[in-house]
């Protein structure tokens, strides 16, 4: 089993729809939890930083850690062409790996105008 | 401010010859790192710095991959005798601390080996 899972799509959604992307990990050492966009020929920017269980909140993004199921979720409000993107779960853990992320393989997203 | 920077944009080689990518990290940033990045594969972790040390190489593929780092800053990774299989997208990042912090990462080098 990998350490992280992310199911890679595509998910296509018409513009202004909720979208729900989701993550599965395995190592409940984790206690960080990045979200990363990337853009075609981009490099992956963060786009959401947490810590433990909980929500946290920017914008039309709204990120969400349940450790205890070891699930993390993001999800995009009023969905935007320009949202159109490859989304990356990452994780990174305490105690030997607090430094080295790991990442699901990213689902790839398409929002329709 | 400015962001982590990488070049070459892309690179084309003939197999069997070397190469040298190249990263400036954010400045300030201790850490830096070079991933790998393969169509279906995911993001790869290479090797980590904190300063100019290398405490985890664990992710080179083999001894035809290397990689520096200078006055804690400016970072090379070396591919010597490149085989088609190291055709990828090579991500360098970096970051604060290098510890419980996030990373940050450059365009990437868009590497084809011919």
């Known amino acids: 089993q990998k350490e992280v899972e992310q199911d890679p799509g595509p998910l296509s959604v018409p513009e202004g729809a909720i979208v729900s992307l989701n993550c599965t990990y395995s190592n409940s050492a984790f206690q960080y939890f990045m979200w990363y966009r990337q853009y075609s020929r981009k490099g992956p920017e963060l786009l959401m930083y947490t810590y433990s269980s909980g929500n946290k909140e920017d914008g039309r993004f709204t990120a969400q850690v349940d450790k205890s199921s070891k699930y993390i979720s993001l999800f995009i409000r009023d969905s935007q062409p320009s949202d159109s993107a490859t989304y990356l779960c990452?994780?990174?853990?305490?105690?030997?790996?607090?430094?080295?992320?790991?990442f699901g393989k990213g689902t790839l997203l398409t929002v329709n105008p | 401010g400015a962001g982590v920077s990488q070049s070459p944009s892309n690179k084309v080689t003939e197999k069997g010859k070397d190469v040298e990518l190249r990263c400036d990290p954010i400045?300030?940033?201790?850490?830096l790192y070079w991933y790998r990045q393969s169509l279906g594969q995911g993001l790869e972790f290479l090797i980590y710095f904190q300063g100019n040390s290398a405490p985890d190489k664990s992710g080179l593929p083999s001894d035809r991959f290397s990689a520096e780092r200078t006055g804690g800053s400016v970072s090379t990774l070396t591919i010597q005798r490149t085989q088609q299989e190291d055709s990828a997208v090579y991500l360098c990042?970096?970051?604060?601390?290098?510890?419980?912090?996030?990373?940050?990462f450059g365009n990437g080098t868009r590497l084809t080996v011919t």
């Open positions: 990042a970096s970051s604060f601390t290098g510890r419980n912090s996030p990373l940050h």
């Open positions: 990452a994780t990174l853990g305490g105690g030997g790996s607090n430094y080295k992320l790991t």
């Open positions: 400045s300030g940033h201790t850490a």
